[in-house]
């Protein structure tokens, strides 16, 4: 469901420098969400709004009540053995413990996102941090954030080790043994911040000429209507619900889940190990990153409702962690030589992830005037005319991982998603649904940037796809 994770950016891309006023102007007329909303477009998003939380429940249910398999349950349904009621009353339900600890959480992190500014940029050399400008929005109105998501994440896991392993307030084990309850804990703030937010769209938005409204409910409600909704001049919606509270617990979770994989067996696999490390580093490069990622779909393109709000706050955490709650109910002990081929897998879609976006933000940066693996980078020459008239020229790179595929980055994406599935073994379908969910994800999304890119280049952009004729595998995709 959401789509910070990960990051979508256009093609290698350079744009000549123009003034404010024409970057507001071309803004206006290419991207956000639509105006108007045809049948299948509802359709899909009826079925999301009504079966997504469905989806999350059955997952999380099936780990608890039938160790992780997706059959039995249907299964047992089907012939009778149990009826719906038994599986609902077997769930266990929001408890007074859970939604402390979930308000005290989600509380904690809006304090540290508002009230501490960003030291880590102060000494740590090629980090990017304090009061950035995001990008120019449709209204011409260009936001400033406090990017301080990493030192977030620092004072929290401190904060967390010293709780669980120096002082003993509470077990490691806590977010595990409460992960039920938290989801309903979860479910009523994601409704919330997206019901919060359709009304502040009406009533009271932040900048009502970055308002889009359909007409249509239903879409309204779930693709958002504010652009950019804010409380006061420090509280964005989009950076706070996309980077905090999920990701910063992301990393938490699965610390969690390994203390009571060690109190549940007396160690914790190497493939949980495995588990924790891969996607620690996704994390941390997240944050390193989060100045940069004002320049992604999400935060320009993308209006607030629930496809974020909702999605960042039950999807993210409950759906991007199967792996590590699988390995709690079924402890993989990995041969070395598996262990290893995993590692080395996780870690080239990593280099490969960063490199590849890497090479295109300096090519963006030079406007081609750099050297991409030793050699001045080739591109291809193109130009558009926005809405009122004006016509601009851009450059698409053809060289690096960019002259193998249109969406390398997606790519090594892709084999990093992969190798936390495959730390799971092959026992059971659900540690595998992640790879399966960014697939999808992914190729649905390079096509929609495709056919963007397409309407906005025209023959220019054939020219770059006679150049560059693989989207994500080269020579297959």
């Avoid at 960003?118 to 936001?143: I, M, R, S, W």
């Avoid at 750099?370 to 980078?377: D, E, F, L, Q, S």
Wanted: proline share 4%.
């Amino acid at each position: 469901m959401a789509t910070h994770v990960p990051k979508e950016k256009k093609p290698a891309e350079g744009r000549k420098h123009q003034n404010m006023k024409n970057d507001i102007k071309a803004s206006q007329g290419q991207w956000g969400r639509a105006w108007e909303v045809d049948w299948f477009s509802l359709a899909s998003i009826l079925f999301l709004l009504m079966f997504a939380p469905l989806i999350v429940y059955y997952f999380i249910m099936s780990c608890a009540q039938y160790q992780c398999s997706l059959t039995d349950p249907l299964l047992d349904l089907l012939m009778g053995n149990k009826h719906l009621s038994d599986i609902w009353n077997s769930t266990p339900t929001l408890t007074y413990r859970a939604a402390v600890i979930y308000t005290l959480w989600v509380t904690f992190q809006v304090v540290l996102y508002l009230f501490i500014p960003d030291f880590c940029h102060k000494f740590l050399p090629g980090y990017v941090g304090g009061v950035q400008e995001g990008a120019v929005t449709p209204a011409g109105v260009v936001n400033k954030y406090e990017i301080n998501g990493l030192q977030a994440w620092i004072i929290t896991h401190v904060l967390w080790f010293a709780s669980t392993s120096c002082f003993h307030f509470f077990s490691p084990t806590i977010i595990f043994d409460n992960w039920i309850p938290l989801l309903w804990c979860a479910n009523i703030l994601g409704y919330a911040v997206s019901t919060f937010a359709m009304i502040k769209g009406y009533f009271f938005p932040t900048n009502a000429k970055d308002c889009k409204f359909t007409g249509n409910f239903f879409y309204d409600y779930m693709m958002g209507i504010e652009f950019n909704p804010r409380i006061g001049k420090w509280f964005d919606f989009k950076l706070f619900f996309n980077g905090r509270p999920g990701i910063v617990a992301w990393t938490l979770i699965n610390l969690s889940f390994a203390a009571k994989q060690q109190e549940l067996y007396g160690q914790v696999t190497n493939s949980m190990i495995l588990v924790n490390v891969l996607q620690g580093i996704y994390v941390l490069d997240f944050f390193w990153n989060e100045a940069w990622y004002l320049k992604t779909i999400d935060i320009c393109h993308d209006h607030f409702g629930w496809y974020l709000g909702w999605g960042d706050c039950v999807w993210l955490p409950y759906l991007y962690t199967l792996q590590g709650l699988y390995l709690v109910y079924h402890p993989v002990q990995l041969s070395t030589a598996h262990a290893i081929g995993i590692l080395i897998l996780g870690l080239l879609g990593y280099y490969i992830f960063r490199m590849t976006n890497h090479q295109k933000d300096l090519f963006r940066r030079t406007n081609g005037n750099c050297r991409i693996w030793g050699k001045k980078p080739e591109y291809i020459e193109c130009s558009y005319t926005s809405v009122d008239g004006t016509k601009y020229y851009s450059k698409l790179m053809t060289s690096g991982f960019w002259g193998w595929a249109r969406h390398f980055n997606y790519t090594g994406d892709l084999a990093g998603s992969l190798a936390y599935c495959l730390a799971c073994g092959f026992e059971h379908i659900l540690p595998y649904f992640y790879i399966i969910y960014m697939t999808i994800l992914l190729t649905h999304r390079c096509l929609r940037d495709e056919h963007r890119c397409s309407s906005k280049y025209g023959k220019d952009w054939k020219r770059y796809t006679a150049a560059v004729p693989y989207r994500l595998l080269p020579g297959i995709f």
